[in-house]
Structure formats: structure tokens, C-alpha cells
């Protein structure tokens, strides 16, 4: 399978000749090889993006919505096919593939519905002869940043509003999983697309990513990446004073209070904990449980963990698959030997993964650690991977401290029948999203984004359809005096 790059309407190969192998993580096989974009391509999409833009940006919203909605439904009817590549390139099992994709479609309806509410106000004057009007125009050409651990899910949060919005839009998306997301491009190009409205061009961070940033022409920037990317793309763009939009890492913490139902919490953490194998910028990284049900937690989520059944993603019943490469493994190894090292206790994870899929396959048992010191690396850096630490606190106050006390805040979730106790608890906690006995805080119809340095700016909601919109104000005389 050979993946080309796609813009003004037809897919082409990299001019550089620069290319990426794909490998399908659970049997180390290659799947195919995607060609990665270098300047030259660059400067091609950006010129048909600035054509289209013309076009879009003054397209009837009526027809905006057509399409997206068509390009939604395209992709529902495609679910099958663009699940299973998605499950051969990412390694997640068919369920998680599926309703990733089915999620991305709503996203796109959503938006859809929402380029019809772009409102503009009238605002008042001191003078009675003067009117003011604001109104929302397209900011301009977007570029997008997607990572490979949810490719479909996140190109369409970024593609939905941007499109519905009226901005053309250049998408790098993930060069280790750009597969399924070439799928999702033929839906748009099947459902009327103009060319160079969508310009999908794979390509790595240091080289692609850099050039979108630092780029005049691209007046807008969406990346859900890492701290240190983020970092990067902050720097590239300043020097023209891009918009950005920043989804970066997280460090979630999980608090269980001593009200709640040990097995049903139990079940909820691990699951946030090691879905998709804890490769999710919201998965949870630290369990901080009250001390006087801390025994009886640990006991309880570590069994659940050690029955979990890992295998391919694509065998019926496997919930669980393996992560995306060696790199993933060996920041987890690292993280599990260094809490192990400052006194943690193992409690899951320490039976050896089954030998014919670690020969196979980059797949490792999700482990716990209970009493883990809160200087260990799992406590205060992103695994992302399938480990978590566990730690105890003695009340509301001292685990407030403890889930504030790191520079991230993109989400946190907490467990809690007394909940006017736990909103309280929200209220003081230093993050984007809060789970009151949810173990997602992603919703369709409202922001998604963090605090500190998990990031700026928001996806989804009506948040998300105005990162791509611009205020204008008119002031108006009713009448001229004439002398």
C-alpha cells in the first residue's frame, strides 16, 4: 500500500522522493509506505489552499453543510474498511477503531450544523445615530497537526470546524499512521469537495511540521502533539503571529474517594487507565486513593488488570492490543523500573506478557504500582503507555494538593457519591476538564482543551467552530450631516 500526498484535488507523490514505512505494531509486518512532504509539496498545497480559499470562504453555508454532512455519511458507510486499516496501522482492537471513526463522522455533522449558527450581534452606542455590528469572517488558511494515537478521531476536529467555519485547511497528519486518514480524504472528495479546500500532506514534525508553522501564509495552526512540540511550533510561529490552537500532553490524576463502589471505580480507572494502552493525552497516569479504602482499591484494580486479555486488534473479543513501537516500551520499562527503584510496589503487570505475542508484536502487560513515591517518573511525567502509579492520600485538601501540584492540566477525573463534595473538589482542581464519575471528559458539545502547559485553546462545542472565525466590527452613522 502506498500512500501519496493529497492537494488541489489529486494525489501526488512527494517531489523530494522522501518516504516512511508503515508497520502494522502487532506483527512487526509491513503494511505499506506513505511519501512525506518536504517544502516543495508544501508550497503546492499552499497555493491551492490559497485559490480555494476565495472560493470556500464565500461559499454558501447551505452548500458547506451539504457537503460535510455527505463527507459524514460517506465515512459512516466506509466504517468497515477504514476500522480495519486503522486497526492494522495503530494496533487498537476493531471496537475502538470503529467508534473512533463513528465519532469523527459526528464531529463533522456536528460542525455541519453549526456553520449555519455563526452569528453576528448588534451592539450599542452612547449615540443614538451610530450602529454597531459584529460579524465572524474566515480567518484564513488553517493548518493542522494530528497524531497517530487517534488519526481519524482528531483530523476531524480539526477538519470539521475549519471547513464549516469556511478556512481551507492543510493537514499534516501522523506519518506512522496515515493510512485510515487517506480513506476519510476520498469521503471528502467524493461528497463535492473543491480542490484545495482539503490539502493532506504526511510528513514529520522537525521537517513539515516546522515549515506550516513558520509559514506566512498559514495564519492559523491547530496541533494536539507533546509539550515539547507544542514548544516548538510556539517558536516557529512567532515570528508571524499565528493563531494556535495547542492540545499538548497531560498527567491526569484519578481521584477515588472513600464513598464509592470499590469494584465499579476499580473497573472505571483501569479502563481510563490502559484504553488503547494508555497511549491517550487524557489516560490516567496517577491513582490517588483515600487511605481508608486505599488496601481494598489496590487489591481490587490489580486483579481486573492481570485478567486483562491482550492480543492483535483484529481478533474477535481482544479489547486490549499492543502499543505503537519500542519507543512506547521502553519509556514504559523506564518509568516501571525507576518507581520500582524509589520503593513502589508492583502489583499487575508482573506476570510475563504471553511469548508469542511479545515475539511478534510490540505488546506488554499494563502494570500498576501501589505506594508509589511522588518524585517516580510515572508520577510526574506522561508515560504514555500502559503503566500507572498509585498512592494514598488522608483528605480533601491534601489531594487537591497532590493533583495540582504538576504543569499540566488537561484532565482529571474524580469518584465520588457525596456530589456536592466532589463539585467542590472540581471547582479548586487546575484543569481543562474535570470527570465527576466519568472516566471521559471528551464531549461532542462542549470545549475540549487544557490549562498550564497542556495548552491553549479549544476543540469541540461551539468553541471550536470560533478558533477559526474572526470579529468584525462595523460602525455605522444612520444618517451623514450634511453642512
Given at each position: 500500500?502506498?500512500?501519496?500526498?493529497w492537494y488541489?484535488?489529486?494525489w501526488h507523490?512527494?517531489?523530494?522522493?522522501?518516504?516512511?514505512?508503515?508497520i502494522?505494531?502487532a506483527?512487526?509486518?509491513?503494511?505499506?509506505?506513505t511519501h512525506?512532504?518536504?517544502?516543495?509539496?508544501i508550497?503546492?498545497?499552499?497555493?491551492?489552499?490559497?485559490?480555494?480559499?476565495?472560493?470556500?470562504?464565500r461559499?454558501n453555508?447551505?452548500?458547506?453543510e451539504?457537503?460535510?454532512?455527505?463527507?459524514?455519511?460517506?465515512?459512516?458507510?466506509?466504517?468497515?474498511?477504514i476500522?480495519?486499516?486503522?486497526?492494522?496501522?495503530?494496533?487498537?482492537p476493531i471496537?475502538?477503531?470503529?467508534?473512533?471513526?463513528?465519532f469523527?463522522?459526528?464531529?463533522?455533522r456536528?460542525y455541519?450544523?453549526?456553520?449555519?449558527?455563526i452569528?453576528?450581534?448588534?451592539?450599542?452606542?452612547?449615540?443614538?445615530?451610530?450602529?454597531?455590528?459584529?460579524?465572524y469572517q474566515?480567518?484564513g488558511?488553517?493548518?493542522a497537526?494530528?497524531?497517530w494515537?487517534?488519526p481519524?478521531?482528531?483530523?476531524?476536529?480539526?477538519v470539521?470546524?475549519?471547513?464549516?467555519?469556511?478556512?481551507p485547511?492543510?493537514?499534516?497528519?501522523?506519518?506512522e499512521?496515515p493510512?485510515?486518514?487517506?480513506?476519510?480524504?476520498?469521503c471528502f472528495?467524493?461528497a463535492?469537495l473543491?480542490?484545495?479546500?482539503i490539502?493532506?500532506?504526511p510528513?514529520?514534525?522537525?521537517?513539515?511540521?516546522d515549515?506550516?508553522?513558520?509559514?506566512?501564509?498559514?495564519?492559523?495552526?491547530?496541533a494536539?502533539?507533546?509539550?515539547?512540540?507544542?514548544q516548538?511550533?510556539?517558536?516557529?510561529?512567532?515570528?508571524?503571529?499565528?493563531?494556535?490552537?495547542?492540545?499538548?500532553?497531560g498527567?491526569?490524576?484519578?481521584?477515588?474517594?472513600?464513598?464509592?463502589?470499590?469494584?465499579k471505580?476499580?473497573?472505571?480507572?483501569?479502563?481510563?487507565?490502559?484504553?488503547?494502552?494508555?497511549?491517550?493525552?487524557?489516560?490516567v497516569?496517577?491513582?490517588?486513593?483515600?487511605?481508608?479504602?486505599?488496601?481494598?482499591f489496590?487489591?481490587?484494580i490489580?486483579?481486573?488488570?492481570?485478567?486483562?486479555?491482550?492480543?492483535p486488534?483484529?481478533?474477535e473479543g481482544?479489547?486490549?492490543?499492543?502499543v505503537?513501537?519500542?519507543?512506547?516500551?521502553?519509556?514504559?520499562?523506564?518509568?516501571l523500573?525507576d518507581?520500582?527503584?524509589?520503593?513502589?510496589?508492583?502489583?499487575?503487570?508482573a506476570?510475563n506478557?504471553?511469548?508469542?505475542l511479545a515475539?511478534?508484536?510490540?505488546f506488554?502487560?499494563?502494570?500498576?504500582?501501589?505506594?508509589?513515591s511522588?518524585d517516580?517518573?510515572?508520577?510526574?511525567?506522561e508515560?504514555?503507555?500502559?503503566?500507572?502509579?498509585?498512592?494514598?492520600f488522608e483528605?480533601?485538601e491534601?489531594?487537591?494538593?497532590?493533583a495540582?501540584s504538576?504543569?499540566f492540566?488537561?484532565?482529571?477525573?474524580?469518584?465520588?457519591?457525596?456530589l456536592?463534595?466532589?463539585?467542590?473538589?472540581?471547582?479548586q482542581?487546575?484543569?481543562?476538564a474535570?470527570?465527576?464519575?466519568v472516566?471521559?471528559?471528551?464531549?461532542?458539545?462542549?470545549p475540549?482543551?487544557?490549562w498550564?502547559?497542556?495548552?491553549?485553546?479549544?476543540?469541540?462545542?461551539?468553541e471550536?467552530?470560533?478558533?477559526?472565525?474572526?470579529?468584525?466590527?462595523?460602525?455605522?452613522?444612520?444618517?451623514?450631516k450634511?453642512k
Amino acid at each position: 500500500m502506498e500512500r501519496l500526498l493529497w492537494y488541489g484535488g489529486n494525489w501526488h507523490p512527494s517531489i523530494e522522493g522522501e518516504t516512511h514505512t508503515i508497520i502494522n505494531p502487532a506483527n512487526k509486518e509491513i503494511l505499506g509506505k506513505t511519501h512525506l512532504a518536504g517544502p516543495k509539496d508544501i508550497e503546492k498545497a499552499i497555493d491551492a489552499a490559497s485559490e480555494a480559499f476565495e472560493l470556500w470562504s464565500r461559499t454558501n453555508v447551505k452548500i458547506r453543510e451539504k457537503i460535510l454532512n455527505t463527507a459524514s455519511l460517506l465515512i459512516e458507510n466506509r466504517l468497515d474498511e477504514i476500522a480495519q486499516i486503522l486497526t492494522e496501522e495503530q494496533g487498537k482492537p476493531i471496537p475502538d477503531s470503529k467508534k473512533e471513526i463513528l465519532f469523527g463522522a459526528e464531529v463533522i455533522r456536528y460542525y455541519a450544523e453549526e456553520a449555519k449558527r455563526i452569528q453576528g450581534s448588534l451592539r450599542s452606542s452612547a449615540n443614538q445615530e451610530i450602529r454597531n455590528i459584529v460579524q465572524y469572517q474566515p480567518y484564513g488558511i488553517a493548518a493542522a497537526i494530528v497524531p497517530w494515537n487517534y488519526p481519524v478521531d482528531l483530523y476531524c476536529w480539526k477538519v470539521g470546524p475549519a471547513l464549516a467555519a469556511g478556512c481551507p485547511m492543510i493537514i499534516k497528519p501522523p506519518h506512522e499512521t496515515p493510512l485510515a486518514i487517506a480513506k476519510v480524504v476520498e469521503c471528502f472528495h467524493e461528497a463535492g469537495l473543491p480542490p484545495g479546500v482539503i490539502n493532506d500532506l504526511p510528513g514529520t514534525g522537525q521537517v513539515a511540521g516546522d515549515y506550516l508553522a513558520r509559514h506566512p501564509e498559514i495564519k492559523i495552526i491547530s496541533a494536539t502533539a507533546s509539550v515539547s512540540a507544542g514548544q516548538s511550533i510556539m517558536v516557529a510561529a512567532s515570528s508571524n503571529l499565528k493563531r494556535m490552537a495547542l492540545e499538548l500532553g497531560g498527567h491526569s490524576p484519578f481521584i477515588v474517594m472513600p464513598d464509592v463502589d470499590i469494584e465499579k471505580t476499580a473497573k472505571a480507572a483501569l479502563r481510563r487507565s490502559f484504553s488503547n494502552m494508555g497511549q491517550i493525552c487524557i489516560a490516567v497516569n496517577r491513582i490517588l486513593i483515600h487511605q481508608n479504602i486505599y488496601k481494598d482499591f489496590v487489591e481490587c484494580i490489580s486483579t481486573l488488570t492481570d485478567e486483562m486479555i491482550l492480543g492483535p486488534g483484529n481478533q474477535e473479543g481482544i479489547l486490549y492490543g499492543p502499543v505503537l513501537n519500542n519507543n512506547i516500551l521502553d519509556r514504559t520499562e523506564i518509568h516501571l523500573k525507576d518507581a520500582l527503584q524509589k520503593g513502589a510496589i508492583q502489583v499487575a503487570g508482573a506476570k510475563n506478557i504471553d511469548n508469542e505475542l511479545a515475539d511478534v508484536g510490540f505488546f506488554i502487560r499494563p502494570s500498576l504500582v501501589a505506594d508509589t513515591s511522588l518524585d517516580a517518573l510515572v508520577m510526574n511525567e506522561e508515560t504514555y503507555g500502559p503503566l500507572s502509579g498509585m498512592s494514598s492520600f488522608e483528605n480533601t485538601e491534601e489531594v487537591i494538593k497532590m493533583a495540582n501540584s504538576l504543569p499540566f492540566g488537561l484532565a482529571a477525573y474524580l469518584y465520588s457519591d457525596d456530589l456536592e463534595s466532589a463539585w467542590r473538589i472540581a471547582d479548586q482542581l487546575e484543569f481543562g476538564a474535570v470527570g465527576i464519575n466519568v472516566n471521559d471528559t471528551s464531549e461532542l458539545q462542549a470545549p475540549f482543551g487544557g490549562w498550564k502547559m497542556s495548552g491553549f485553546g479549544r476543540e469541540l462545542g461551539v468553541e471550536g467552530i470560533h478558533t477559526y472565525l474572526e470579529p468584525k466590527h462595523l460602525k455605522i452613522r444612520l444618517k451623514m450631516k450634511h453642512k
